[in-house]
C-alpha cells in the first residue's frame, strides 16, 4: 500500500510536469472552458450569475478529461507507461495514478475558474458543500475520461470519442438551461449523466438549492457510483492492453 | 560464479489467440552468469522477457526468480530485477539524469541516495555531461545507454536486457558490452537477448537458440559450436559477385548447405573439403564468377547457429536493422 502510494505520488509529480503544458491539455482543459466561459458572459453579463455552476462544473469535465487523454493514451502510445509497468507498479496503481493526474489538473483548472467568477461576480460560495461536491465531480470526469482512452491509441482519436459525451453533457445537463426546460424526451437522458450531479451538486453549494430536486449527498453517493462504474472497466481494460 | 539457479523457467507457454508465440520454454541461469537468448525476429525472445519480467501473464507454466513465484510474487521480483527493453522508452520531455531519479524514486530508492546514484551511472556510462540534457535531444545510441542505465539505478541482481546494442554505431556498442562486462564482474546476472551473434559469443557464458518459440539448442558458445565441428567449413570471396547470383549457390548445391555472407561471399558447410571445393569452385566457374579467396574456417557461433537454424545470421541482422529502420 504504502509503496503503491509513493508510486502513485511520483507519477502524478512527473505527469505535472510533462503533460500538464502538452496542447491537447492546453486547448481542451484550460482554453476551450476560458472561451466558452467568456462567450456567455459577454452575451449576456447580467444573468451569467446563474450559469456559473454550469461553467465551473463544465470545466471540470473538459480539463479532467483533456488531462486523462495526455497522460494516458499518450503514454500508451510511445510505450512509456510499459516503462511504469517495469518498476514494482500494477497496472491498478498505474491506472489510479494516471485517474489522480487528470483529477489534480481538473482541480487546479476548477479553482482558478471558481476563484475568478466568485471575484468579478462577487459570490459567496458555501466552501466545505462546493469541495464535497467538485471532488467526487472530478473522480466521476477523470474516471470516464480514463476508461474512455484507455480504449483507443492515439490522442486525437482520445478527444474525439470524449467530445461525443462532453457535448451531449453540455447540452443536457443543466449546464446552460435547466433540465425541466428540456423536452420531455431527453429529461430521463439527463439524469444518466454525471455533469447533472456535478452542476446541480454546485448549484447547491453557490445558491443553496438545486433545480433536479435530489438531496446534495445523494447527488455525492450517484457521482462516486458514476466513478467506480468507470474505474473498474477501465482498470482491467488498461491490464489486458499488456498481454 | 556460484551454482545457484536465479531464473528457473518450468514449460513458459505464450498464445496470441490461436498463435503459439512461446512454446513451452524451459532453461535455468545461475547467479552472475551472462545468459544469451539468440534468435531471429518473431522467434519469442521479446515475449519471454516480457513474460519473465511480469508485463505479460504466461498462458501456461511458470518461473522461479530470486527464489519468488513469477505468478505470485511479481511485485517482489520487479523490486529486484532491472530491465532495459527493447524500445528506449524513457521519458522525452526529462532530462537524462531526471529520468533515472523518476525510476529510482519508482523503485524506493532512499531519497539521499537517488541524485547520487543517478550522477554515477551517467559518470559510468560517460554521459555525465549531458545529465541536464532532454531525452528527446539525446542520440539514439545516449537514448540507449540511458535506458539501460535506468534499468541499473536500483541496483537489480538481476538485470534484462533486450536488444541492448541493436541500432547503435561501432563506438557506442564496443562501449556498451565493454559496461555488461564490468556489471558481470560485479556478480550481476544478465539475461540479453541480442542478433549479434558475436555479442553473444563474446559476453555470454551460455547461449540459448531459439526459433519459431522453441529453444532449440542450449549450451555455452564452445558447446554450441562443437555441433559444426565435425563437419568442414569454406568461405569463398568472390570478385564479382552479387547477392542474386549467389543465391544460385543456395538452390543449387547438393549435399553442400550454403550461407550467403554478403554480396561477395558465401560459407560452405559439408563433409569433406574437397567435395566442398569441387562442387563450389565447377558452379563458380558455370556462373563466371571469378574466385578472389578460398578458406578454411573455424567454426563460429554464427556457424552454430545456421546448423542450429538453418538461417543466416547475416540475413537475420539485416532484417532486424530493416525492421528497425522502418520502425523509425
Redesign the interface.
Known sequence: MK?SL??IF??IL?DM???YLKPPALSWGILFPIVWTLAFYLRHPQGFVQLVPGMIAMTSLFSTTAAEAVVLTFELR???L?????????PGTIFLSKLFGGFLFGFLMSIVVTLGSAAVLGLHLNIPLYLSSLIPSLLAFASLGAFLCVTVKEVFEAQTLLNIPRFIMIFVSGVITPISSLPYYLRPLAYLMPLTYSVDGIRYSTFGKGFIGLNFWLEILILLAFSFLFIIPGRIMLSRK?? | MLNENVIEVEGLTKYYGDVLAVDHLSFSIKKGETFGFLGPNGAGKTTTIRMLTGISKPSEGTANIIGYDLLEHSLEIKRRIGVAPEESNLYDDLTAIDNLIFMAQLYGVPRKERVKRAEELLKMFNLYEKRNTLFRKLSKGMKRITTVAAALVHRPEIVFLDEPTAGLDVVAARGLRSLLRRLRDLGVTIFLTTHYLEEADTLCDRVAIIVKGKIVKIGTPEELKRVVSKGTIVEFIFKNGNEEILRKFEKEIEGVKIAIMNGNSIRAYGEETGDICKKVLGMAENLGLKVESVKSITPTLEDAFLELTGLSPVVMAMEKEGRKKVEE
Open positions: 509503496n509513493r508510486c511520483y507519477i512527473k510536469r510533462t503533460y510511445v510505450g512509456s510499459e516503462r511504469l509497468l517495469l518498476a514494482p507498479v500494477t499488456f498481454e
